[in-house]
Nanobody, 123 residues
Framework: QVQLVESGGGLVQAGGSLRLSCVASERTISTFAMGWFRQAPGKEREFVAAIDWSGSRTTYAESVSGRFTISRDSDKNTVNLQMNSLKPEEAAVYYC????????????????WGQGTQVTVSS
């Protein structure tokens, strides 16, 4: 099992940017596909972005495509999510996920979740 710790959340004005990080411990994630999800109060957790083990293939939810960028740093055992032009409706707890099934552009998460990081977007 992978221990994941997300960070980088906070309060930002609409149109602003944040960079989230997810650091893995206990084992390397260099061979894992990784994903980011978010969950707003009263809503189901939803997919945001995924990246394959090599970093060469990425997939985004349509709502964030062109504004968010997922990347990974194998040396630091980290996956990042750069979020630009944030909208108030994107306020949520953001979670990373490790070693999901990533085929055909779809990412199916495992039960390896971090504790999440809160993103608040003011209008």
């Amino acid at each position: 099992q992978v221990q994941l710790v997300e960070s980088g959340g906070g309060l930002v004005q609409a149109g602003g940017s944040l960079r989230l990080s997810c650091v893995a411990s206990e084992r390397t994630i260099s061979t894992f596909a990784m994903g980011w999800f978010r969950q707003a109060p009263g809503k189901e957790r939803e997919f945001v972005a995924a990246i394959d083990w090599s970093g060469s293939r990425t997939t985004y939810a349509e709502s964030v495509s062109g504004r968010f960028t997922i990347s990974r740093d194998s040396d630091k055992n980290t996956v990042n999510l750069q979020m630009n032009s944030l909208k108030p409706e994107e306020a949520a707890v953001y979670y990373c996920n490790a070693d999901g099934a990533y085929y055909g552009g779809s990412y199916c998460p495992t039960n390896d979740w971090g504790q999440g990081t809160q993103v608040t977007v003011s209008s």
